[in-house]
Nanobody, 125 residues
Framework: EVQLQESGGGTVVEGGSLTLTCSVT????????LAWFRQAPGKEREGVAS????????TYADSVKGRFTISQNNAKNTVYLQMNGLKPEDTAMYYC??????????????????WGQGTQVTVSP
């Protein structure tokens, strides 16, 4: 059974930093795409960053470029999202998701078959 477990959310003041962790277990393939998405109340789910475990190629949403960094530790089947310069508009539930194949952009949520339960990030002004 594939399981994704996020951790590391919390509350920070504007300009602060957080690191989210996604632990992946049970994925039957050695190479896959993993992405972070976020969803704020009343808004659509937004792709934030993705990474391909095979070669480490990353993709970022324009809204987070230069502030967020996605990275991986393949030995531990773990992916991280380092978030710096946090803004109130970054407040959302953050989810990690995994898939073997992409149909379109790696930041499109309909590509992803497996999802974690989410971790809340709140940025206060």
């Amino acid at each position: 059974e594939v399981q994704l477990q996020e951790s590391g959310g919390g509350t920070v003041v504007e300009g602060g930093s957080l690191t989210l962790t996604c632990s992946v277990t049970g994925f039957p393939y050695s190479s896959y795409y993993l992405a972070w998405f976020r969803q704020a109340p009343g808004k659509e789910r937004e792709g934030v960053a993705s990474i391909y475990s095979g070669d480490g190629v990353t993709t970022y949403a324009d809204s987070v470029k230069g502030r967020f960094t996605i990275s991986q530790n393949n030995a531990k089947n773990t992916v991280y999202l380092q978030m710096n310069g946090l803004k109130p508009e970054d407040t959302a539930m953050y989810y990690c998701a995994a898939t073997r194949f992409l149909v379109n952009s790696p930041l499109q949520h309909d590509n992803y078959d497996y999802w974690g339960q989410g971790t809340q990030v709140t940025v206060s002004p």
